[in-house]
């Protein structure tokens, strides 16, 4: 069927011939066989006469049949390919290529390809909307099939910038300093976010980093440094360039650079003399004149003799503070230094220059007539005895070994001495003034010396050893010392051989060997013992209170060197209480008397013991004061406790003594019949804080001492019930 001929039929004349036209249409490609066949009325009939052709054409293959695009931002266009070949045996005409959406676009739009060749089709995707987008690519061609497609898709996608915050304020800077903050850059689209640059419009802020990706719906931070190098306000702008719509965006800054300024009150500060190792204090005001906090990180002296206080502060805007500078010096003659102050203003380190001038201390040792207990005051430049105290009768003082005096021509820094004036004076003794030292003692009693200054007795520290007395000072006769004076001699009475700390800094109070639980001049009567030239002594006797009994430490210091008046009782003390038990008589010592001798007697009125003096063979009732001259001492005076007890006509509580205390007082009370006793202390919410009594007592005078150590500064209340009597007293304890 692939051949026809025309005509079908015909006549011919003879000798006549016609055409015959033999047409090749092939059905398909490939070499087709066929025959001509003629049937006519000649001889041979049928005649036949063979056709052979070769069936040609186009044949089209697309690749690939489907694109996807995948995303793409909006705006924005992304390009594939498509590979159009003829895989037939003629040419391939294409005539039309096209797109159904218009967000695909395909160039060219037509191709003739010859055969086994290929062409290029570039389709570009460029999404108008967001999401999913589809269409289909038609090739109109002239091989089977006409016309091929593509499918093609890709999904439309969007970027969307936003910062926050929108400023940042740096507040104040300090000058040279710098401050950091930051800005976070949001992708709020479905696309990444790219910026190209983020810069800053004043070079004084630097931003990082300076450019990068954001994925979609995620965030980066972008921090920003302010580095304050010029004064004033200072402004700019953080400035984004991305790719999403709106671009460039801005982020405005702002910041003020502001300084300390350092400024003293005066450039110097001389402090003249000052005593050697003494100290005198001056000042200066330091002042923040700047728009920033002043910090002063440290404040010290070139020179260790000038101190300067605080050593560190901080001052805002407009404060001042003072600055105490002490000079002490440590050498004799000008002493100059600095007080340097490093802080964070541009004028750092400051100097105070610094000047003064140790000189010798002089410090005035007033001088009795006659004996005089002395020592040291400072470290002199002679130490002699005729240099520093000129009028001293002898050349020579007395020392004390611990056994016996000895008579030594210098005086040694922490020795106390005997010495003898004509008459009272105020004795000037120059020299290195030191206020604090160590004494070294020995077993027994010591005689020591002070230090240039008053230091209380309590602050003297055993080291090594114990103190077994109070301190004792002489003035006409000894008496117990509470403050070692700069030039006085003390005795005292340690355990064993050890030293003493004489520190008037020392915050280590020691405790002290209380002379008893009681008060003697408070709470005993007394004895004054006058002697012919005046000089006095006290002694004390009386009732021991309640759990006490004599006491070692009453034991009075060694005897003075011949000539000095003393009084004593025989036992070496200056305090004796009444036994419960038994009649004591006690002798009285005297020595370098110079009669006459007069003895007089104070009674206290809470008595309950009797006592009687024999003198020159005679008896006298001490029941109430009075007075013996005594103008021989050829027989023994005796003063004779004993148990006659003299009962109160009523009940009576008594304030307490001392009032206000710390730690310790003494209650005394009364009552005239054996009863039972409570004494307890409250506080001022009435709560118990102890009970001192709760028992059975035996008419009488009665003393308690009560030790509030363990208790806070406050006001408490003390109650006695004795009874049917019942009385309540306040008190202060202040420490």
């Not at 300390?260 to 005593?275: E, G, I, K, M, R």
């Not at 009453?554 to 060197?561: A, R």
């Not at 206000?660 to 039972?676: A, D, G, L, M, R």
């Amino acid at each position: 069927p692939d051949f026809s001929v025309a005509p079908s039929l015909g006549w011919l004349e003879p000798d006549d011939s016609a055409n015959y036209s033999v047409t090749f249409t092939p059905s398909s490609p490939g070499l087709k066989n066929g025959y001509i066949i003629f049937t006519h009325s000649a001889d041979g009939s049928p005649d036949s006469l063979p056709v052979s052709g070769i069936g040609v054409a186009p044949e089209i293959s697309i690749a690939p049949l489907t694109l996807d695009f995948k995303s793409v931002q909006l705006g924005v266009s992304k390009t594939e390919n498509v590979i159009v070949t003829n895989t037939g045996t003629s040419d391939l005409g294409i005539t039309n290529v096209q797109s159904d959406n218009g967000d695909f676009v395909i160039l060219p739009t037509g191709a003739i390809i010859a055969p086994s060749q290929s062409d290029t089709f570039a389709i570009t995707f460029t999404p108008a909307a967001l999401g999913i987008v589809t269409g289909e690519i038609s090739f109109t061609h002239n091989a089977s099939g006409s016309p091929s497609t593509v499918e093609v898709s890709g999904t439309g996608i969007a970027t969307a910038f936003a910062v926050a915050p929108g400023n940042i304020s740096f507040g104040d800077v300090l000058l040279g300093g710098s401050k950091t903050d930051s800005v976070t850059a949001y992708n709020l689209g479905s696309a990444n976010l790219v910026i190209s640059s983020a810069l800053a419009d004043n070079a004084l802020f630097l931003v990082a980093p300076g450019n990068i990706t954001i994925p979609p719906y995620d965030s980066a931070q972008f921090y920003v440094t302010f580095s304050a190098s010029s004064y004033g306000e200072q402004s700019g702008n953080v400035i984004f360039n991305h790719n999403a719509n709106g671009t460039p965006d801005s982020v405005l800054l702002s910041s003020r650079t502001v300084a300390p300024l350092f400024s003293l009150s005066a450039s110097s500060l001389n402090f003249q003399d000052v005593v050697y190792g003494s100290s005198k204090t001056d000042s200066v005001v330091v002042t923040n004149s700047g728009t920033a906090e002043l910090t002063i990180t440290g404040v010290q002296s070139n020179e260790s003799d000038f101190a300067v206080s605080p050593a560190s502060i901080s001052l805002l805007p407009s404060e001042s503070e003072t600055f105490l500078v002490t000079f002490t010096p440590s050498s004799i003659g000008a002493i100059e230094g600095a007080g340097i102050f490093v802080h964070n203003a541009g004028s750092s380190p400051d100097t105070l220059r610094l000047s003064g001038t140790g000189i010798y201390g002089i410090v005035e040792v007033p001088i009795s007539s006659r004996w005089n207990l002395i020592s040291l005051p400072v470290v002199p430049l002679n130490d002699s005895l005729r240099a520093m105290f000129p009028n001293s009768i002898q050349p020579y003082a007395y020392s004390y070994d611990g056994t016996t005096y000895l008579q030594q021509e210098t005086m040694q820094k922490g020795t106390g001495y005997w010495v003898k004036f004509p008459a009272a004076e105020t004795a000037s003794v120059q020299g290195y003034p030191f206020y604090r030292d160590t004494v070294t003692v020995h077993a027994g009693w010591n005689l020591i010396g002070a230090t240039s200054q008053p230091l209380a007795a309590l602050s003297v520290e055993p080291l090594g050893t114990e103190l077994e007395s109070q301190l004792w000072g002489f003035r006409s006769g000894y008496y117990n010392a509470d403050t070692l004076y700069p030039g006085n001699g003390y005795w005292v009475k340690t355990t064993q051989t050890g030293s003493l700390i004489l520190n008037p800094l020392s915050v280590k109070q020691r405790s002290s060997p209380e002379i008893s639980e009681i008060n003697v001049e408070q709470f005993l009567n007394k004895l004054i013992i006058v002697n012919g030239t005046g000089e006095k002594v006290m002694l004390y006797y009386g009732e021991p209170t309640e759990g006490t009994s004599q006491n070692r430490t009453w034991e009075l210091p060694p005897l003075p060197p011949i000539g000095i008046f003393d009084a004593r009782f025989v036992t070496g003390t200056y305090v004796e209480l009444n036994s419960e038990t038994q009649e004591r008589v006690i002798p009285l010592s005297f020595s370098s008397v110079q009669l006459p001798l007069t003895v007089r007697w104070e009674i206290r009125e809470n008595k309950s013991h009797h006592a009687s003096l024999r003198v020159e063979g005679r008896t006298i009732e001490l029941n109430n004061d009075g007075e013996v001259i005594i103008t021989d001492l050829t027989s023994t005076v005796s003063l004779v406790l004993d148990k006659r007890a003299i009962i109160p006509q009523e009940y009576a509580l008594q304030q307490n003594y001392p009032n206000p205390f710390n730690p310790s007082t003494v209650f005394s009370f009364q009552f005239p019949v054996s009863c039972w006793v409570t004494l307890k202390i409250y506080n001022v919410l009435g709560e118990e804080m102890a009970t001192l009594i709760d028992g059975m007592q035996d008419a009488g005078y009665r003393m308690q001492s009560f030790d509030a150590s363990g208790l806070p500064s406050g006001v408490y209340y003390y109650r006695m019930t004795a009874g049917s009597f019942s009385e309540t007293k306040r008190m202060v304890l202040m420490r």
